[in-house]
């Protein structure tokens, strides 16, 4: 189906305005203007459940609601802009935007280095323009993509955005619509890409009336985080365009270069033609359309090929897909905890197979889940995989949201660290992650609902009840919760946090410079643990045999020499974790590795190079 008119208002430069909602369960529907109400217009009835009309004398700021038979009002599903909060009266937009990117047609998959952040807590004024003010040095650091957690309008000002309740509205507290595309078009104008997480499995509990309007909900599915969305049931085609559009609204109106689909494997859709499927070719389409390159990225824990194989029928065709293996594996091995689902994890086996194959677990028992778990990745490439060492979930969804920093020693997290820039995957980096940020990052909301928030509370406190975590749960809808999560950049310019900064700034120019150190020119790829060892010897190499790399990565707390291969080709030591320069144990070694052995530092990583690469 076609539809004709945008869903939502859709202002015109003569003064007037489209209204367009879709209202099954309504025999009539009016738009109610201004905030007195003292404005009703009739919108017309058409096919499947659709409303719409023209109003006259309504322009850019005008405050709305819809009235249902009379009787309920309710703000706009659509909405572009809730400037009173979720509870509150929609309010017309203009979409025009003085856009200065034209020449930009965005980046393949494969040049993404993903820096995930949280626009509320990652500057001082928790705001677009914060993000902004130090997006150039995010770009000399060597990030390429910006990640940002949800920003669709969740109730009050503190929220990871995973509450959101109205997907077409940018979050007011973080400068709207308006700041987010000054944010996408500043980022462009550097070189690089934005990424949205958009939420398509659930919507928040507080301030979500779309039930009033049509069955977006089913019965027959559950998700963790409140009632399934109907994908797959009666009247489900309008549900599927509802977001189908809104995923489309973010890449046109907001130049949004790739979308990532929060937890798919949370929606259920039993259709021959599933609506994740139907959304990815809809966003391709688009590209192909705007000539630009438009990624789709799922996060699943599921290990299900299926997610980016193509063609299949029943394949979704995603561009990527976010990989919690490789940060099990890493974090289990690192840190010894076996609680949770790191009960699957820990062996050095593991770390080896999860940065060979993305996947740990495929097809085999998980003790975790007490069933089979994964598929193979065989028919996907190593470029397809987004993998970290910390993001939103891994740090916040700890009881403390303590960092990896806080668990480990240094040079243990700096060894994670290159492990994972250096690895033929997408790396991703958790904001502060780059100079070691000692803030923890804890879950917080700032719900009006008592019943509700005491809901969260007690719902927190059961997540742990797997984990053998000591403490106090923090309290989410204490704004101390959300203050201890804020960033502090200043950390960035004083040791040793700067000389952190600087080791990632020396792997992702490492990354960047040799191919066969990236996810764009691996051919081969090479993974095994050295026998009577705890070292990982990696090697990786493109058609030409001078493009080679070798990579040995020490994961015991005591130091190790290990051989280099019989060829005795020259090598140098392009970096050595351990270096005095990265505030490590070593000293600056560099230039030829001289000698069949090299000596590997306790919880280190040394990246070899044929001595006449670049």
């Known amino acids: 189906m076609t539809q004709v008119h945008p869903l939502g208002a859709v202002p015109s430069p003569e003064g007037t305005c489209r209204f367009t ?30 409303h719409t009309g023209v109003a006259a004398d309504v322009r850019p700021g005008a405050r709305y609601r819809f009235r249902l038979d009379g009787e309920i009002e309710r703000p706009d599903p659509a909405s572009s802009s809730q400037p009173d909060g ?11 935007f003085a856009w200065t990117d034209r020449q930009w047609k965005g980046l393949p998959l494969s040049h993404y280095v993903i820096y995930e952040l949280h626009v509320g807590t990652f500057s001082a004024s928790g705001t677009f323009a914060g993000v902004e003010k130090h997006l150039p040095a995010l770009r000399e650091l060597g990030v390429t993509a910006v990640e940002l957690m949800p920003v669709a309008q969740f109730p009050g000002t503190r929220n990871w955005g995973y509450d959101g309740a109205y997907p077409f509205a940018v979050q007011n507290s973080y400068g709207g619509a308006e700041g987010l595309k000054h944010l996408v078009d500043a980022a462009h104008g550097l070189g690089m890409a934005v990424v949205l997480d958009v939420v398509y499995n659930h919507l928040g509990p507080e301030g979500n009336y779309l039930r009033d309007f049509g069955p977006y909900f089913t019965s027959r599915y559950h998700t963790p985080w409140g009632q399934a969305l109907n994908f797959d049931g ?85 561009d990527g897909q976010w990989c919690d293996d490789v940060h099990h594996a890493l974090h ?54 987004v993998v970290c060492i910390q993001n939103h979930d891994q740090v916040g969804n700890r009881m403390l949201g303590d960092r990896l920093t806080t668990l480990v020693s240094p040079e243990a997290s700096k060894l994670a660290a290159g492990a994972v820039i ?7 980096l958790f904001m502060g992650e780059e100079y070691g ?116 990565l020490n994961f015991a707390e005591k130091a190790a020499a290990v051989e280099l291969p019989a060829d005795r080709r020259p090598w140098r ?31 280190s990583m040394v990246v070899l190079l044929p001595q006449q690469s670049p």
């Open 437 to 552: 940020e000692t803030a923890p990052f804890q879950y917080f909301v700032s719900h009006k609902d008592p019943g509700l928030i005491e809901a969260v509370r007690k719902g927190r406190r059961e997540e742990f009840a797997s984990f053998s975590w000591k403490g106090e749960t923090p309290d989410p809808q204490a704004e101390e919760t959300f203050n201890r999560s804020r960033l502090n950049h200043d950390l960035s310019q004083s040791e040793p946090h700067c000389r952190i900064r600087e080791y990632y700034r020396a792997l992702l120019r490492l990354r960047s410079s040799s191919p066969v150190l990236s996810a764009a020119g691996v051919e081969w790829h090479q993974v095994e643990a050295l026998a009577g060892t705890s070292v990982v010897r990696i090697k990786r190499q493109q058609n030409d045999a001078d493009a080679t790399a070798l990579l040995f």
């Open 21 to 50: 909602v879709w209202a099954p369960q309504a025999e009539a529907v009016e738009v109610i203007l201004g905030e007195s109400g003292d404005r009703c217009h009739r919108l017309d009835a058409v096919d499947r459940g659709y």
């Open 573 to 603: 030591i392009a970096l050595d974790s351990a270096d005095r320069q990265w505030a490590g144990p070593g000293e600056n070694r560099s230039g030829t590795a001289a000698g069949d052995r090299i000596d590997l530092y306790p919880y």
């Open 422 to 428: 250096l690895s033929p995957f997408i790396p991703l």
């Open 234 to 318: 009666p009247e489900s085609d309008e549900v599927r365009r509802f977001f189908i559009d809104n995923a489309l609204r973010w890449v046109d109106e907001f130049h949004m270069d790739a979308l990532r689909l929060d937890a798919v494997h949370a929606i259920v859709d039993n259709s021959a033609y599933p609506f994740l499927r139907e959304l990815t070719d809809a966003v391709h389409a688009r590209a192909d359309h705007l000539g630009r390159v438009i990624h789709v990225i799922a996060e699943t824990d599921a290990n299900d090929n299926r997610v980016c194989r193509k063609p299949g029928r029943r394949d979704l065709g995603c």
């Open 86 to 96: 979720v509870h509150g009266s929609s309010a017309v937009i203009d979409p025009r």
């Open 332 to 385: 289990a091995r690192l840190t010894g905890e076996r609680d949770g689902y790191y009960a699957d994890f820990g062996s050095l086996d593991d770390v080896v197979v999860a940065l060979r194959d993305g996947y740990v677990y495929q097809g085999q028992y998980s003790v975790f889940r007490r069933r089979r778990h994964g598929s193979s990745p065989e028919e996907l490439s190593p470029g397809q995989f």
